[in-house]
């Protein structure tokens, strides 16, 4: 728990600090956007979701990590010049029974019941489905990384229920937040940390792998061994490969976890002496054909992912410590989230050589690039830097780098934080040229939020600003879909 006595600190609202992002937004909106500096592109069509905790109290009482707060979908409906806003709760179980108790009621990632040891033991964490949103065969799925997913109707933003691929998805298996496009296919590619049995030493750790087909059933599964129980976010895919980066982060024994001693969050240790490994899973046969090692290190978010020659390349944001738990899990009182370098990394799957470049040296996080080129050779990459500008540090700056390392930063002005930048095609083209970045910021001065639009090849300054009558909290990842989704928008 947080040991700050005003968890939601609105009392400092009008101070250039990130914590008033993250007050509640309890409400839930459906309206068009009225106040619009600049234009919205005409040649810009589809839904903007995003996903995020919407509230980080409940009652009287906090949660206890930025992980654990409630999922709230965001969708931004965009067509004809304008745009249309709407928000609405996941209806999990978990956001059901606590906002009709008004107190928390399940475990967290970071969270513990009040109450103590009997309230906690053999509990599991509830799920929030709070983490990242992706539409794929006509389903609008809201994801958390330590649960199955959740359907939502994009039609209307009700709450469908927990999605289960037919019942492929067992209710002790779990998908990442983090699943990816393959290019060539236009399958969805995921993974979930699980387990392959009893070994000596206990369970003996793997990552289980989807591939869902373009029917929305997963047709192929796969299991990578790993050594420890894994803190696995992301991963990265390329045309031929699942690529995992299994990093030197120690989740300890889940043993004291069952019995409700402490929480995950807690037993989270990066192991400076733990050589990080870096896993190849070919997609044909869903099993792995090289492994690499390297330094200990941390990646928690990847770019895109291709072949080159006998060469993988891999865009990654790399940290060399894992202190961003830390911040995470005591962000009412945290005043900076870093992020790692931009690095892409070369693996040689015929002679097992390795190397990386620095891209970009900028702390930065939420790398995204144009998904019509996913798994082959894109043009630029976009990310939320965490840079000084005189005021907190939660994703204050945008940057957009080149293939080829140029850098483009946008430095908010102090008292403005930003969040995952996503690239959107303009209507009928795949060009990287030819489209725009999405980004919403909030605005601590005046305790609200605004969507900008930039154009994908100058980030520099907004082609149009769209204020909304509230804030947004601080959110996670977003998808953009080509089509208007939502019923209200229409
Ligand atoms: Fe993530």
Excluded at 58 to 68: E, L, N, T, V
Excluded at 238 to 261: C, E, R
Excluded at 376 to 397: L, M, Q
Aim: glycine fraction near 10%; include cysteine; hydrophobic fraction near 35%.
């Amino acid at each position: 728990m947080t040991t700050l006595d005003d968890p939601t600190r609105s009392d400092r609202i009008g101070a250039p600090t990130m914590h008033t992002g993250l007050l509640n937004l309890d409400d839930e909106h459906s309206y068009w956007l009225e106040a619009i500096e600049g234009t919205v592109p005409a040649d810009l069509e589809g839904t903007f979701v995003r996903n995020g905790p919407g509230r980080q109290t409940i009652g009287d009482m906090s949660y206890g990590h930025w992980f654990d707060g409630c999922g709230m979908l965001s969708v931004f409906s965009i067509a004809d010049g304008k745009v249309h806003f709407a928000n609405r709760y996941v209806r999990t179980p978990k956001y059901v029974r606590e906002t009709a108790e008004q107190k928390i009621c399940y475990r967290g990632f970071g969270t513990q019941i009040p109450g103590g040891l009997l309230k906690n033991i053999g509990r599991l964490p509830g799920n929030p489905a709070n983490t990242n949103t992706v539409v794929h065969a006509g389903k609008l799925l809201a994801l958390y990384e330590g649960g199955r997913p959740f359907e939502v109707d994009p039609a209307t933003l009700e709450t469908v229920g927990e999605y289960t691929y037919e019942g492929a998805l067992t209710k002790r298996m779990v998908m990442s937040a983090h699943g990816h496009f393959h290019g060539p296919t236009g399958d969805w590619v995921n993974f979930g940390a699980g387990s392959m049995g009893l070994g000596l030493k206990g369970p003996k750790m793997c990552f289980n792998i989807f591939r869902v087909d373009g029917a929305g059933r997963i047709a192929a599964t796969g299991q990578l061994p790993v050594a420890h129980f894994p803190f696995a976010h992301d991963f990265a895919l390329s045309g031929k490969y699942a690529i995992f980066f299994v990093n030197s982060i120690d989740m300890g024994s889940f043993g004291p976890v069952l019995l409700g001693t402490r929480s995950i969050s807690e037993g989270v240790n990066f192991d400076e002496s733990l050589p990080m490994q870096i896993a190849i899973v070919d997609l044909d046969t869903m099993s792995e054909v090289s492994r690499f090692e390297t330094d200990p290190g941390a990646i928690v978010h990847f770019g895109n992912a291709f072949e080159d020659g006998d060469e993988i390349v891999v865009d990654a944001m790399h940290s060399d410590n894992f202190e961003a738990n830390e911040a995470l899990g005591d962000i009412f009182n945290s005043v900076r989230l870093r992020g790692g370098e931009f690095r892409r990394y070369r693996l040689n799957v015929a002679t097992g050589a390795m190397s990386y470049e620095v891209m970009s040296p900028t702390n930065s996080e939420f790398p995204t690039f144009n998904q019509h080129k996913a798994g082959v050779r894109h043009d630029v990459t976009y990310s939320a830097c965490s840079v000084e500008n005189g005021a907190d540090s939660f994703f204050n700056a945008i940057q957009r780098v080149t293939y080829d390392g140029d850098v483009q930063l946008n430095t908010l002005e102090p008292g403005f934080f930003g969040s995952e930048p996503l690239f959107a095609p303009a209507k009928h083209s795949d060009s990287d040229a030819d489209g725009y970045i999405l980004e919403v910021v909030y605005n601590a001065h005046e305790h609200n939020s605004s969507l900008l639009i930039f154009r994908a090849t100058d980030i520099s300054e907004p082609v149009a600003t769209l204020k909304l009558r509230h804030h947004l909290p601080h959110q996670f990842h977003g998808f953009w879909s080509d089509r208007v989704l939502l019923d209200a928008a229409r």
